[in-house]
């Protein structure tokens, strides 16, 4: 699938590390460093732009690698960009640890996938279907 990006920061595209990668690495394009204190939240851009097709969104999603390590996930996550948005990808980090974590310029701070989607059409009724779990919800099948 091809895609329209713009970019403009000082970095290379993102691209797949492996062959079956589902995310594409998206880097910090700053001036100068952004150091987040402990539960602090900023907004990181990336210096892309980019227009999507139809039926697509890109999503945001921490790397598993800083969220372990340093304590530093996507806020919003998975933060959506729809196929219409054609601002600055950014994305928002926050800091769940007890220290401070410097953010440098061209670090990889998130990951991005591209999904198709579906758009629903609304079918009001009175009644839904049965099935055998019903209504169970959170934790409905034990441990």
């Known amino acids: 699938m091809k895609v329209e990006i713009i970019n403009k920061s000082k970095h290379q595209l993102p691209s797949y590390a492996t062959p079956l990668s589902a995310g594409m690495d998206l880097r910090a394009n700053l001036d100068k460093p952004i150091v987040l204190e402990p539960l602090q939240r900023t907004l990181v851009p990336t210096g892309l732009f980019m ?3 139809a039926g697509y969104e890109a999503q945001v999603r921490p790397r598993s690698g800083l969220a372990i390590k340093k304590g ?6 998975p933060g959506t960009i729809d196929a ?11 800091n769940l640890s007890n ?36 209504a169970g919800g959170f934790g409905h099948t034990g441990v």
């Open 51 to 53: 227009a999507l097709p």
């Open 72 to 77: 530093i996930t996507v806020m919003n996550s």
């Open 84 to 94: 219409d948005y054609r601002g600055e990808v950014c994305v928002i980090l926050v």
């Open 99 to 134: 220290e401070s974590f410097t953010i440098a310029d061209g670090e990889r701070v998130a990951q991005l996938v591209i999904a198709r989607h579906e758009q629903v059409e609304w079918c009001e009724v009175d009644v839904l279907g049965e099935t055998e779990r019903g």
